[in-house]
């Protein structure tokens, strides 16, 4: 998947646009510009996802420090087996599950330990630290089976290789 500069400006543009957390999705074409984006307005803090997306999409609102998926974010790679981009104030988390593992199954069924688990994650992302968010990405593959990658806003193109 390649994601072209003007692409990349338009997300930001939908992020910024929105004070609530919007989701949908994305389609591009081979030059890697946007051919069809949908958005729907959600909550301060929650949307819902089209059940039918090839690249889904939601924001985070504004937040202080860095805002990668949370449990919740990643738990939907295991039921809509696509990928999922996130747009943070920081700039573009792009994940998808790349294997199950026992942890992703029972988090699945366990709401419970679903936030447990997110609480887990938050812990190891402080502020804005890099070295945090790198274990945090580490955490998440070797405990769901998610491989994250994260491209700040500045980045030139965006080039997936999953």
Known sequence: MYMHRETIERLKKIRQSYKNEIAGNIILNKKGLIDKISVNVGKQ?????????????????????????????????????????VLAREGIYVYKLM??????????????????????????????SKEGVKKYMKTVYDSLGIKILYFPWSNNEIMLNF
């Open 45 to 85: 803090h929650s949307s819902t996802l089209e059940n039918t997306c090839i690249i889904c999409y939601h924001t985070h609102p504004d937040h202080v420090f860095s805002s990668p998926p949370s449990s919740t974010d990643l738990i939907q790679s295991y039921k809509k087996k696509t990928i999922h981009v």
């Open 99 to 128: 294997r199950e593992t026992p942890k992703g199954k029972e988090l699945l069924k366990n709401k419970n330990k679903c936030d447990m688990f997110n609480d887990t994650l938050r812990n190891i992302v402080v502020g804005d």
